[in-house]
Each structure stands twice: as structure tokens, then as C-alpha cells.
């Protein structure tokens, strides 16, 4: 049995990954308005692999059969200085999510939920994942600069993600 207060914290993470995820639909519509397809498709994936962490929530919550309560979720940025100003945010909220998980562990961890304390494992490792690659694209943007040529290569390769 889950109790209140990770179940509430639980909850709140899923309305976190549910915001993630519309945050980066929005940089991905960014994106399209200037035929950036490549980097449209990388944070369209993106935007579906938030969606799939605040479900694999949803499903531990139902599997200690706790109570799902979803809540409101913030209507994300919709404009953008730029691509480096695009991935600064992602890796800053990725970091900020970070921050979300590791504060939930340390939760479970005092409440002696091992359970929980497991399940949330994969989380920690996920965002050292979403660190790295919101990371790896921020620096190859910086390196590009205003050259061209650069951006519709990196834009090519983001669009191979699958
Ligand atoms: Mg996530």
C-alpha cells in the first residue's frame, strides 16, 4: 500500500512528465513553422517518451493499488529565441526533473518503500539518459553558430531518431 504522501508525490510526477512532454510538442512546433523537420521529429519523440514515464507511473500507482488523481497541466512556452535557446530549456528541465526524481527517492527512501525506492531507479537512470543527449545536441548547436550548413546537418541526423 501506497502511502498518502508518495502517492500524491507519484501524482504530481505524472502531471511533471505530462508537461515535459507538451513543453517539447511545443518546441517541436517551433520547429516545423521553420521546416526544421529533422529536429521537429527528434523532439516529437521526445514529447512521446515524457508521455510513456508519466504512464509508467499511472501503471505503478495502479499496481500498489494506489489512487490515480490526475491534475491540471501548465500550458507550455510556445516561442523560442533560437535552437541553442530550444535545447538550454530542454537541458534545464531535464535537470529540473532530475532535481523532481531524486527528491521522490529520497521520499521513498525515509518511508522505507523499497518498492517504490526500485521503481524509481529507472527513473534516475532515464534522466542521466535525457541529460546526456539534451547535452550533446545543446553543444553541437553552439559549435554550428550561424552556419547554415552546419544546423540542416545536425537537423538531417535528429531526423533519423526512431
Ligand atoms: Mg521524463
Redesign the pocket.
Known sequence: MLSKEIQDALNDQIK??YF??YTYLSMAAHCESLNLTGFAKWLRKQSQ??LQ??MKLFDYIVDRDGQVVLQGIEKPQSKFKSLVDIFQQALDH?RE?TGMINKLYEKALSENDHATVVALQW?IH??VE?EKSATEILDKLKLAGDNSSAILLLDSQLGQRN
Open positions: 511533471n512528465e515535459a512532454s517518451e515524457e514515464h508519466a531535464e526533473v527513473f532515464e534522466q535525457e
